[in-house]
């Protein structure tokens, strides 16, 4: 039945019955679907990170090889002086050590959490750009929760069935 003041709104698996004065409360259900939002986003974070890490140690290792088979030739060919193997010694040195704490040491210390991540709303900006049907469904849900209290331009009802598409979805 249909109460005076009040009109049905209806979304793909939903039925939501929206007060026209705003005064609805926020379902429980809400915030669970928000933080197992926020933690599958931390995993996808952790993966992430992880898969960072160990392309930088992939990437370093190569680099470092290719570097000491370079030397090793030039060396077997040219015949290095004294302070010429020892520049290129430094040197070699200093990008191994540039190239592993970009590639190597800044995702360690994130996967530690001693450096910051990127926010939640990032992390969904990428998964909707992966995944076409999420587009940027994840993003809304972030950005109308954390305005839930703050804001009075959205009904709480209309916020409810935004979390319910997400759960349908």
Known sequence: AQTPGSFPIRNKHHHVRVNSLGDA??????????SEIRSRLAVVRRKEINASL???ILYFGLL????????IVFEGVMY???????IVFWLT???AAAVGSYHVILPLLRLVGVLSHENDQATAQKVGATFPAIKDHLVNILQLYSERDTTQHYSPDLIDASFADVRGE
């Open 25 to 34: 409360n926020v379902n429980s259900s809400v915030h669970s679907t928000y």
């Open 80 to 86: 290095f002086s004294v302070p010429v193997r020892t």
């Open 64 to 71: 470092l090889l290719s570097i000491i088979l370079v030397v």
């Open 54 to 56: 160990v392309d930088g």
């Open 93 to 95: 040195i200093v990008v």
